[in-house]
């Protein structure tokens, strides 16, 4: 009977090894799910932030329209929170006098400076042995010799 008990011991042990593999397969599973899991929730959470600002700011462009009588305007639009200032160094001076600092502004100037354009490059002198081309007719010119006048024919005929 030994090799019958060493059958069944074996039978065992391989049972026992494939439960144990189950077992850390589904664990691997369960950890890999939760990490997913945390991960779309954070891009939800993300996306979600996302989208309240921008409900936030059409809400904010809405009632600007509504207070302008209903006018969406470049002006009306504008972003608020952006305002240029055009500061010469009175604020310096304003400061010490108590007023209240009012920003300037921008009436559409851009708030970055434009590099000018590149003056174009001079042309090149024409060639003095190229003779000037006739000028081009039309694609659906009349030929110069067609005969169009019927200013002598009678139409009452």
Known sequence: MSSAEDRYRAAISTMDAA??????????????????????????????????????????LNKRKQSAGGWATEKTLADKSRESLMEFGV?????????????????????????????????????????PEPPRRGRHARQPDDDDDFSSTSWLV
């Not at 954070?42 to 904010?60: N, P, V, W």
């Not at 920003?103 to 042995?129: F, L």
């Open 91 to 131: 604020a310096d001076e304003e400061a010490a006098t108590g007023y209240t600092n009012y920003p300037t502004p921008n009436y559409g100037t851009p708030a970055v400076a434009v590099p000018p354009r590149p003056e174009p490059a001079p042309e090149p002198p024409p060639a003095a042995a190229a003779a």
């Open 19 to 60: 439960a144990r593999e189950q077992d850390e397969q589904r664990g691997l599973r369960e950890r890999r799910l939760a990490e997913a899991q945390q991960q779309a929730r954070e891009g939800m959470q993300k996306e979600l932030a996302a989208a309240q600002k921008y409900a936030e700011h059409m809400d904010e």
